[in-house]
């Protein structure tokens, strides 16, 4: 085989990898569960190679000098650094409201997470294992209470009041069941 025919092949390698990598990425984090964890766990495999390949691509700029042999590789590096750093749901994340508090309880699988905005709307995450259960609504503070208003649907696993205490946030109301106790890793309420 021609170095030519290879250098062709790599590229093409190179190009096909990339579109797989972002796309297993993505398909794995939307299907969630056991299937979507092996998918992006496969992506992450496909990114190796594709790192190996990018390394033989290096070696083949530096000895040929030849220009054309930059795209597949400027390609696979964006490929990589969008699987590694996530830039789309970053660049989402500063569209929306800064959180001025968040907290977390943790389970012994998973842990449940409240994210408060500044436009007096939350996040509030379920902790489902290998999902994404998160609800959304609007909350609001009266003295020491934060109430949590859930727009649509309304988890069953939290209660809509909690009092700020010294160790978080502390769940109101009579339960047989676990109570959330939310530690606060992150405050900017202006009165709290």
């Not at 939307?30 to 190679?49: K, R």
């Not at 990589?80 to 959180?99: A, C, H, N, R, Y």
């Not at 208003?149 to 339960?175: Q, R």
Request: proline share 2%; with cysteine.
């Amino acid at each position: 085989m021609s170095t030519e025919k290879k250098i062709r092949q790599t590229t093409t390698t190179i190009l096909i990898l990339s579109l797989v990598l972002i796309g297993l990425k993505y398909f794995g984090l939307w299907l969630e569960g056991f299937a979507g964890m092996f998918l992006v766990l496969f992506a992450a495999l496909t990114g190796l190679i594709l790192l190996g390949l990018l390394g033989v691509r290096i070696v083949t700029i530096f000895k040929t000098r030849n220009i054309k042999f930059f795209f597949p590789f400027v390609i696979g590096t964006i490929a990589i650094l969008v699987f590694v750093f996530s830039p789309f749901e970053k660049f989402k994340e500063k569209l929306k409201s800064p959180v001025v508090l968040s907290g977390y309880c943790e389970h012994t699988v998973t842990t449940v997470g409240l994210s408060l905005r500044q436009d007096k709307s939350f996040e509030y995450n379920a902790g489902a294992f290998m999902s994404k259960e998160i609800y959304y609504g609007n909350y609001q503070i009266n003295n020491d209470t934060l109430i949590l208003n859930f727009g649509d649907k309304s988890p069953d696993n939290v209660k809509k009041k909690l009092i700020f205490a010294d160790k978080g946030l502390l769940e109101i109301g009579d339960t047989s069941t676990h109570r959330h106790i939310f530690k606060i890793k992150y405050n900017k309420l202006t009165n709290k």
